[in-house]
């Protein structure tokens, strides 16, 4: 049995010195999380939203976008 690794991505916006996060949307159909990871560290620790939580977030950030 293989397991899905988390493909980890950062946004194309995040130039903006290292202070950005990453994320790893490839776990979301199958294992409904997406983890999040500060881009600093790749080493530390994840956080794994739930996939509905991160869409969430994802929706207000851009109903917010000043």
């Given amino acids: 049995m293989t397991t899905e690794s988390p493909r980890w991505i950062t946004s194309s916006y995040s130039n903006n010195g290292g202070a950005c996060i990453e994320v790893a949307t490839n776990l979301a159909a199958t294992h409904g999380l997406v983890p999040v990871?500060?881009?600093k560290n790749p080493d530390g620790p994840a956080l794994n939203l739930p996939a509905r939580a991160w869409s969430a977030f994802i929706?207000?950030?851009k109903?917010?976008?000043v």
């Fill in 37 to 39: 990871r500060d881009s």
């Fill in 59 to 61: 929706a207000l950030a």
């Fill in 63 to 65: 109903d917010t976008q």
